[in-house]
C-alpha cells in the first residue's frame, strides 16, 4: 500500500460526505458559540470591574473538551493588550525577523513563517531580550533546564503575542513555566488550555495565592505514563503565568506545594 | 439552472449543458484542480476537460449527485496530470505534500493482489471516516480529497494552522491503526 493507493481509494467515499465537506458550514459547532457568548459575557463584566478597580483582568471560562481522539481543556485568560511600544529590549528587531521568514517560506517547510523562536542560555536573558517592564521573572530553588522565547506575528511582522516558557526539574518532577504577553495587533480570545491523545479526565480548582490573587488550577487523572499533570494559571499586571507539572502520584504532595510557591511569587 | 435541469441538456445533447455546467461548478472544479496543479492554467485546462468527460459519459451515465461526479472527474484528471508534470519535476500545488503525508503511514511496496486490495482499501478508509466526528471526518476530507492547504482548512474550521496540522497527524495515526488491526500492510 503507497500513499497513491490511500490517495486514489479515498475516490470512492460517500458523495454525501464529499459535499459537507465541499460546502463551508453555515454555524459553527455548538461549542464555539458558547465559548464566544461566554467571552463576551466575560468581556464585559472584566471591563467593567477593570474601570471599576484599574487592575488587570483574570481567568475567565473553563472549557471541557473531549472527543474520540483527544481530551483536553480550553481556558479564556482576560489579559491585557501590550502596545508594542512596551517591548523596549532587541525583540524590536523581531518584526523584521518575521517578514524575512514570511518572504522566504516554502510552500514545503514545516515551519510557521509567523512564528519565530530562539533559545536563551536563561530566563533573565531572554527577559532583558523582551524588556517589558510588567513581565515577571521567578526566583526560587528548582533547577532551571532550558528557555524558550516564541514570538508570533501577523502577516506584516507586527508582534501578536510573546510566549516565553523555562522548563525546570525538582527531583522527579518536570515543570514548565510560562509567560504569555499579548499586544495589541493580538485580535484573537485569548484561549490557552492543553490537549493530550490519552483518555484522561481533567478537574479544574482554584486557590488564592498569599497575595489575594486567584490561581486556576487543573489537574489530570494518570496517563499511561503513569505521570499526572496539574496546571496552574494566574493574570498579573496583565500577563498570563502559567505553570504545567508532570509528576508521579507518589511526588503529588510536593508538586502541590511547589505551585502553591510558584503563584505566590508570580501573583 | 438546478442539477436535474443541467442533466436533461446533456441528455438531450444540448451543447448548453457545458456552460451550464461551467457557470455552476466552474469554481468548485478549479478549486479542485488548483489545489492539485497549483498552476493557474493547468487547472483551466484540467477543468475543461472535466466538462469533455462529463459530456463523453452523460448519458449514458446518470449521477446521482453532479458535483461530486464532476468533482471526482477533476480530481483525477489533475492527479494524473500532476503525476505526468512531476515525474520530471516536483509540483507546486499541494499534491506532493499531501502524498508525503499519506506516504508516512506506509512502508511501500505493492501487492500481488492489488485490486482486491484497492477495493478493501477503500471500504476500511470509508469505515474509519465513518467513525469520525463530522468536523474531523470534514477536515480529512478537505486535506486527502480536496487537497485544501492547511491554510484554508484553518480559516474555515476556525482553527490555527498548527491545530489543523496537529489534527490531521493525530488522524493519520489513527488511520495507520484502523489499517494495520485490518491486516493491510503498512
Partial sequence: VTGKDLYEALDDIREDWLLDAGTPPNHKKRI???????????????????????????LLQLIAVEDDSETGYDLLAGTVRFPTGALTGEIREVPALIRQQIKEH???SSRLPNVWTQAFPSAAEARDYIGCDALRGL?????????????????????????????????EIRLQASSTLRT??????????????????FTESSFLTANGAECRVVTSTPMESGYLMMDGHLVTDGVLYSLHLAYLEADAPQAEELLHRWADLMS | MDDEEILRLYWARD????????????????????????????AEECVNDTWLRAWN???????????????????????NRSQYRTAARRGSGNLPTVLDELNEL?????????????????????EFLADLPREKRNIFICRYWYTDSLADIAARFGMTEGAVAMTLHRLRQKLRRHLTERGFPL
Fill in chain 2, 15 to 42: 451543447e448548453a449543458a457545458i456552460p451550464a455546467t461551467a457557470e455552476k461548478y466552474g469554481g468548485y472544479c478549479t478549486a479542485i484542480a488548483r489545489n492539485i496543479l497549483g498552476d493557474r492554467q493547468d
Fill in chain 1, 184 to 201: 495589541e495587533h493580538d485580535s484573537g480570545e485569548g484561549r490557552i488550555g492543553h490537549r493530550t491523545t490519552e483518555e484522561v479526565d
Fill in chain 1, 32 to 58: 464555539r458559540i458558547y465559548l464566544l457568548v461566554a467571552a463576551c459575557l466575560c468581556l464585559l463584566a472584566i471591563g467593567a470591574a477593570a474601570a471599576k478597580s484599574g487592575v488587570g483582568a483574570g
Fill in chain 1, 106 to 108: 516554502t510552500p514545503y
Fill in chain 2, 106 to 126: 506506509i512502508s511501500g511496496g505493492d501487492s500481488p493482489e492489488q485490486e482486491l486490495q484497492n477495493r478493501e482499501l477503500s471500504a476500511a478508509i470509508e
Fill in chain 1, 139 to 171: 526566583d526560587w530553588e528548582p533547577t532551571e533546564a532550558q528557555t524558550t522565547l516564541r514570538v508570533i506575528g501577523d502577516r506584516r511582522g507586527r508582534i501578536q503575542s510573546v510566549w516565553l516558557e523555562t522548563a525546570y526539574r525538582s527531583g
Fill in chain 2, 57 to 79: 459519459a452523460i448519458p449514458p451515465h446518470r449521477p446521482a449527485v453532479l458535483a461530486a461526479f464532476l468533482g471526482k472527474i477533476t480530481r483525477n484528471l489533475a492527479f
